[in-house]
């Protein structure tokens, strides 16, 4: 008796719908990730410790 263990049959491919998904989640997560680090950087570099016209340093 001979059985065919043949498990990747040609016929049957897998979608590549879930590794584009994760691919497009992934790249989400890295441009927002990017983008609040910018944001954090330029708000405490270029906004935060300014001085009033009364000279003390204002967050």
């Known amino acids: ?6 498990i990747d ?5 897998e979608s ?3 590794r584009i998904a994760q691919l497009v989640l992934v790249i989400t997560f890295v441009v927002a990730v990017y983008l609040l680090g910018l944001s954090m950087v330029h708000h405490r570099f270029f906004q ?6 009364y000279g003390h340093v204002r967050q």
């Open 16 to 18: 590549t719908w879930p």
């Open 9 to 13: 049959a040609p016929d049957k491919r």
């Open 48 to 53: 935060g410790g300014r001085i009033d016209r």
């Open 1 to 6: 008796m001979t059985t065919n263990l043949n």
